[in-house]
């Protein structure tokens, strides 16, 4: 928690570590804290989740802190002069290639070839119908139902057709369904790694705390 001033404590928006667990320097957080509302605004229409947004934001910042880990370890002369712009333009770029690996997502759950059995990745084709199975399952009717019309191969313009709707409407209707599902699952990705990790440290607990027991029976009376 922080405060400005004389003003009212402020709860940071985001955490001093990672979902992958490596540590956010207070320079770094603070800085990316300056940026957050922007990095929003920027991110929304992609990323389509806040907590999606503070997830890249804390990795970025993450990243950010180990580079200046290195130069400072390094004695280097040139220091980042502008923090929050320099952790706002990783994070945008950032942005961008989620948007491309949308882009990809989109064709690969809805193109033919997801489903073509002579695939010559056996590995790959397992893992994009695996991909797809999990994306369906969180889809609605109307979207199951365009998605399933353009795996038969019909045009974006057929799908339409068949809603009501423009070739142009199906398709970011289904490009929204996308970013949903992702975001649904990437929640539940960080919810089962926090879950391993607490089991983890309890499991640590208990070993310890065996290994003292064991020491004490051990040790003569």
């Known amino acids: 928690m922080a405060s400005d001033g004389d003003g009212p404590p402020r709860v940071s928006r985001l955490n001093s570590v990672d979902r992958r667990g490596r540590q956010i320097g207070p320079k770094v957080l603070a800085a990316a804290e300056a940026v957050f509302e922007r990095a929003l605004n920027h991110g929304m229409d992609t990323l389509g989740d806040p907590a999606v947004v503070a997830n890249t934001l804390e990795e970025i910042a993450a990243t950010v802190s180990k580079q200046l880990a290195v130069r400072e370890a390094a004695a280097e002369s040139a220091p980042i002069r502008n923090l929050p712009g320099y952790i706002f333009r990783a994070y945008a770029r950032q942005v961008n290639r989620l948007k491309h690996k949308e882009v990809a997502l989109l064709n690969a759950v809805t193109a033919e070839r997801v489903?073509?059995?002579?695939?010559?990745?056996?590995?790959?084709?397992?893992?994009?119908?695996?991909?797809?199975?999990?994306?369906l399952a969180r889809f609605d009717f109307v979207e199951k139902?365009?998605?399933?019309?353009?795996?038969?191969?019909?045009?974006?313009?057929?799908?339409?057709?068949?809603?009501?709707?423009?070739?142009h409407t199906a398709e970011v209707r289904l490009l929204d369904a996308v970013r949903r599902v992702r975001a649904e699952l990437a929640k539940i990705k960080r919810k089962k790694s926090l879950l391993s990790a607490t089991r983890t440290d309890q499991n640590k607990g208990t070993n310890r705390a065996m290994r003292t027991d064991a020491k004490k029976k051990s040790s003569p009376a």
């Open 115 to 135: 489903l073509d059995r002579t695939s010559a990745d056996p590995s790959r084709q397992l893992e994009m119908q695996i991909l797809l199975q999990e994306y």
């Open 145 to 167: 139902d365009m998605c399933w019309r353009r795996l038969e191969g019909d045009t974006w313009e057929e799908v339409g057709k068949v809603h009501g709707i423009s070739a």
